[in-house]
């Protein structure tokens, strides 16, 4: 029992004794969570600038440019007097998309033949343009609505009934559980819970390499008397307590304060929580029992942390990636948490319905047993090689 | 005489340079670490990453259909939905909740539910409402259930018009459907791809961290492995402060060139990716970019101890950095706080200037403001690396001559008895 209390003294000791492990512990989390809540506060951007070429400068043009610019979503910032500008202004990234309203375009409708306008969106801003996009092609569709009921209210008919005749079909549209669109929802439920994976796996290495890079590994053992689970498991611990104590304030943040969908409730969450701090460990011992070098092993942890993000399919779906690369998505344990919070907190299912995810998360936090004389080894005989 | 003094002082600073330049080059290719970042990663992570975003967009999300009328025109619409090429229709079920189900069982993203009335309301001459259920675990299944949806509505509505109207001629046909038209233009990215979108942008931040993280691992062995732990060794090839900061940054250059052609130049190329930009343009607003990162990266690499603690750092910071530049998270809607954070790292001009011209095609006038900050960060990164090299040096002096003085001491002491 005392070489216990020892050996979690000593732990305890390395802990409070290098600053490395509060940045990683608590301060990169907490500095995540403050970022991601100061850059996405509005949930969707608003008053995106774009740009507008008139080159038919009428009244009908100009009431066009007016009801685009009260758009929530877009605001005019320039008048530009041709397409050429336009499109320079658009290089020089002043602006996402731009309107054209070609010469003559008033003209035609009135006398009662099809003009045509252009919206030019720069799709290689992608979340903006796709925004902006929704905005230029609503006011299209209301620019020609709106002269085509013109012309139906000439004729008499009733409000009801030119509307049953401008748009006889209407698309009722139910996002299911995010009905603002809310980005921050979509990206903050799976970066931030990467980010602490990627803390994890990466303090799981940093934390057993260094035993072998300051020589006190055969110390650390001795106390653990030639136990490699005991030591382990008494240098894990403490990590994971303050590590699940980091992930507890991100769900009471995200969840309880800033009120994201969940429909399970809490306590699902921090067993979620729970289960992805353990496969980040599991991971982390792994790449160590892998690469018993303290360099490679993080260099491994932090390259797999990174890839992660986009292998969660949060962004992308799995299903959409190259076929050689959709099958490796699930030895990513990002991929299997994202699917449970989804699962769980998004959608409200059943957690029965992701079983198998939770089982992979278990054989990632489980998968070092089957290395421990491989990392008992290690630790015993590696020399550290600057 | 004079002029004699100079040449040497030329000479030996060359030389001097010659030397730390292939000190540091064979050091980079001795750590397996800074071969991992220097050469292996930049190569290595933008072919997996355009292999992961390679088909630029979602096709077919399969979806389940609750067909309520089971009319002919019900069935047109289903499809005309099922002939998108976003959706894919792979289940009819009876009622809502059967479709649920498949929405539990990830089968199905997204439910199309056309009303009983659908039929009897257009005969009627009213409006009839058709009522999709999107999953939201994606924003891309959303994107492609909507627009494919959207797209059959208006053309079944335009149809229904012309129907309704009665015209005689095709033209008026055209003007009652759209009295005013409109056409979209997808510029510099056609698809909407997300490869088009995000791998510039990857591209450009994976030199930055893998920089980083390479002269901050060689930093951190040079203070493991020289005398008292110091950044820069007390030697005679190791005086002059200009000399030591060329010979490094010379060093880290070189090898960077050589990467940003590989995966700026050749990467978009193998995986079809936009690539419009004139590749002069690109040499010249690529200069001021490595060097400022190349400063950058020694002046953090002075600040840290331990080798290992740069990877914690860098890794961490590489996510919030790429939005930080404001290519996937609009900049715009931006707060000025983080605006003003962003400024300090070369990545946010850089992953800017470099969309504009590869992607964008645009001329160096149109990045002017970009290639105009790298060229301040720069110079400023500059002045600090040469500051934080200039203290290390002349504190790495200051505990040698101590050590000496220390060692002498002892050495002439009288032995103690």
Known sequence: ?386 | MIRQYYASYWKEGFRAFLFIFNRELRQVFRDEGVVLFFIIVPIFYPILYSLIYTTETIREVPAAVVDMCRTTRSRDYIRRVDGTPDVQVVAQCANLQEAQEMIRRREVYGIIYVPREFDTELQAGKQTHVSLFVDMSGLLYYKAILVANTNVSLQLNAEIKVERAGNTTEEQDRVSTYPISYEEVNIYNPQGGMASFLIPAVLILILQQTLLLGVGLLAGTARETNRLHELIPVERSHHGLLRIVFGKSAVYLLIYAVQSVISLGIIPRLFGLPQIGNPVTLAFFLTPFLLSITFFAMTLSALIRERENVILIIVFASLPLLFLSGISWPAAAMPTALKLISYLFPSTFGINGYVHINTMGADLLEVRHEWDALWIQTALYFLTCCLTFRYKILRARIRTYQEYKRTRTQALAPPSE
């Open chain 1, 1 to 386: 029992m005392t070489k216990y209390l020892l050996l979690f003294k000593r732990e305890f000791l390395r802990i409070a004794d290098r600053p490395v492990y509060w940045f990683v512990m608590v301060i990169a989390p907490l500095g995540v969570y403050a970022f991601f809540v100061l850059l996405m506060r509005a949930g969707l951007p608003s008053e995106l600038p774009v740009g507008l070429v008139d080159l038919d400068q009428t009244a009908t043009s100009r009431s066009i440019a007016r009801n685009l610019d009260a758009f929530q979503r877009t605001h005019i910032v320039e008048n530009y007097a041709n397409v050429s500008e336009a499109r320079r202004a658009m290089q020089r990234g002043d602006i996402y998309a731009f309107f054209l309203i070609p010469h003559g375009a008033t003209h035609k409708a009135n006398r009662q033949q099809q003009a045509t306008v252009s919206f030019y969106v720069n799709y290689s801003y992608l979340i903006a343009a796709s925004l902006t996009y929704q905005d230029l092609r609503m006011m299209s569709e209301l620019a020609s609505g709106a002269a085509a009921r013109r012309v139906l209210y000439a004729k008499g008919v009733t409000e009801e009934q030119a509307m049953a005749y401008l748009q006889p079909i209407v698309m009722d549209t139910h996002p299911l559980n995010n009905p603002q669109l809310n980005y921050n929802v979509y990206l903050s439920n799976t970066i931030i819970p990467g980010m602490l994976l990627l803390f994890v796996s990466l303090l799981t290495a940093y934390s057993v390499g260094t035993e072998i890079k300051d020589g006190t590994a055969h110390e650390w053992m001795q106390l653990a008397r030639g136990s490699i689970k005991r030591a382990l498991w008494v240098k894990l611990v403490p990590q994971f307590i303050i590590f699940f104590l980091m992930g507890t304030i991100y769900v009471l943040l995200f969840y309880a304060v800033l009120h994201f969908p969940c429909q399970c409730g809490i306590p699902t969450m921090l067993g979620a929580m729970t289960l992805l701090v353990l496969a980040g460990q599991g991971l982390g011992l792994f790449f160590f029992a892998l690469l018993p070098s303290l360099r490679m092993s993080m260099s491994m942890c932090s390259l797999w942390g990174v890839l992660s993000f986009s292998m969660s399919g949060m962004s992308y779906p799995v299903m959409a990636m190259h076929p050689a690369i959709q099958g490796l998505a699930d030895f990513f344990p990002l991929r299997h948490y994202f699917l449970i919070y989804v699962n769980c907190a998004l959608d409200g299912f059943g957690w029965q319905y992701a079983t198998w995810n939770i089982l992979a998360l278990l054989l990632f936090a489980f998968a070092p047993l089957l290395f421990m004389p491989r990392l008992k080894y290690s630790v015993l005989h590696y020399r550290y090689v600057p």
